[in-house]
């Protein structure tokens, strides 16, 4: 302030939610690496693994095999070996991936003290996104190697506090009526919109989310208003990175319905197929708004900062194994896994193209395992959700009555739990496919949408009853 004194200048209050451009100097620092993974690099690996009561004993089989006679520590150390700089590291198998270089199913060998500092960092840190247990341990048995891995990253995970406070409890599983047949990358394309949340930092209130059918990748962008004219310009810059899908998936909001938006659809040759109301699950992208919703809730102690995190949330989804496919979303899209920061620091080889190998059949050959561990996970949800449940029997100009949203609002007198749980009568219009059709007022004929059979129920009516809403 002293040296201040020696101007002329007037001091103005702006708030800081119209403060977008601040200077970069007036904001605190903001460390994206936690406080113990700071203190590790391979000099303190090495260290580390050099004073562990067990791995010392391995290392010094490696070095000389005559000065340990120990039977345990020669079995331990049989598929073992020392790099040049001294680390150790543990030879594993090709596991999922056999088309892989033999150096890459090496793994670096964590001793007992840094297995609690590499756990928090690849399941709490920003950009790993508090995951499951099983995609927390498929990320890093890919890089390190300890007995019990699975055990405690099972227990680490599970008594996890944020997790415990975030995540909803897995009670049942939702299954799919019927599934696409798994694309060629961004062949097919889903998006939903998510929001109004309280407004942010950086003014957003909306979260676009543009998933790939194929790959699972997800695209994240807030959005200060909800308009169809947004929209299109995020998905614009997607499709210019990926290339222009055959189909996009939507729900029915207006911004999606909109003919602005419908008219963008067909100028840029892509299908608009907007899925049935009131039944998410058709949109494979529903499921990607639970894990990014949960990934941001862990991440941020402040609701208005939900919209800080995206890329890092973006980042942490996209290099995590999923579930259908059996790899992550990057390596589908790239051939090889994402690198970390931590990677970086202990010269963990994750490059998976040979030059010697063919790129196309590798390509080729990871998305044929791809498309058939989705389909083996299709036929899992397909089988439980069809379980005990007949054929519709549904045929155009058949009067139904469809399940009504009905939800209580004092102000205009309305206590859903009194109301009818049917609207209708309504007649079949177009049956849409096996599952979904279109219905229509039977005197209006206007078209009310596109509903899931499972809403409906049939209608039974005489030629003199009124066919008017209920």
């Known amino acids: 302030m002293l040296e201040l004194q020696g101007y002329d ?74 790099s040049q ?14 088309w892989e270089r033999d150096c890459k199913f090496w793994r670096v060998w964590v001793p007992f003290k840094l297995i609690p500092t590499i756990i928090a960092y690849y399941h709490s840190e920003t950009i790993s996104g508090h995951m499951g247990i099983s995609k927390t341990y498929k990320r890093i048995e890919e890089r390190f190697y300890w007995k019990c891995m699975r055990k405690d990253i099972f227990n680490f995970v599970k008594n996890c506090i944020i997790c415990q406070k975030t995540k909803a409890a897995r009670t049942h599983k939702i299954g799919i009526g019927s599934s696409p047949i798994v694309s060629t990358p961004w062949e097919n394309v889903s998006c939903d919109l998510l929001g109004p949340y309280v407004k942010g930092r950086k003014g957003y209130k909306y979260l676009l989310v543009v998933t790939c059918y194929a790959t699972k990748y997800v695209e994240l962008f807030g ?49 608009s197929w907007r899925i049935a109301s009131y039944h998410p699950q058709s949109n494979p992208c529903e499921r990607y708004n639970r894990t990014v919703k949960d990934r941001i809730v862990s991440q941020i102690e402040a609701c208005k900062d939900w919209a800080t995190k995206l890329e890092e949330v973006a980042f ?22 994402l690198r970390t920061p931590l990677d970086n620091k202990l010269k963990v ?30 036929k899992i949800y397909m089988d439980n959700y069809n379980k005990d449940k007949i054929k519709s029997s549904y045929k155009e100009g058949d009067f139904v009555f469809a399940l009504a949203l009905n939800i209580s609002d004092a102000s205009k007198g309305i206590t859903s739990s009194l109301c009818k749980k049917y609207a209708g009568p309504f007649v079949i219009s177009r049956m849409i496919s096996d599952t979904v059709c279109e219905l229509q007022c039977p005197n209006s004929k206007k078209v009310v949408g596109r509903v899931h059979v499972s809403r409906l129920k049939p209608g039974y009516l005489s030629s003199t009853e009124d066919h008017g809403l209920v």
């Not at 700089?85 to 056999?98: A, E, M």
Request: aromatic residues 10%; hydrophobic residues 35%; positive net charge.
């Open 349 to 378: 080889d994750l490059s998976g193209i040979d030059r010697k190998d063919s790129v196309s059949e590798r390509m080729q050959l990871i998305l044929n395992h791809a498309k058939a561990n989705t389909l083996a996970s299709q």
């Open 223 to 271: 959005l200060r208003a909800a308009t169809a004219a947004n929209i299109i310009k995020k998905l614009w810059l997607v499709f210019l990175k990926w290339g222009f899908p055959h189909s996009l998936t939507t729900d029915n909001g207006t911004q999606f319905s909109s003919r602005k938006f419908l008219g963008w659809c067909i100028s840029v040759g892509v299908y």
């Open 9 to 82: 200048f007037e001091v103005k209050y702006r708030r800081g939610i119209h403060n977008e451009a601040a200077d970069c100097l007036s904001r605190m620092y903001e460390n994206y690496m936690v406080k113990d993974v700071n203190a590790i690099n391979r000099k303190t690996l090495i260290t580390a693994q050099c004073h562990d009561s067990e791995l010392s004993k391995v290392m010094s089989f490696c070095n000389d095999p005559s000065e340990v006679t120990d039977e345990w520590t020669t079995k331990l150390a049989r598929d073992a070996t020392l």
């Open 85 to 98: 700089d001294g680390c150790l590291y543990k030879y594993v198998g090709s596991l999922n991936k056999p």
């Open 316 to 337: 942490a989804v996209n290099s995590s194994i999923n579930d259908s496919t059996g790899f992550s979303p990057a390596y589908l899209n790239f051939g090889r896994e």
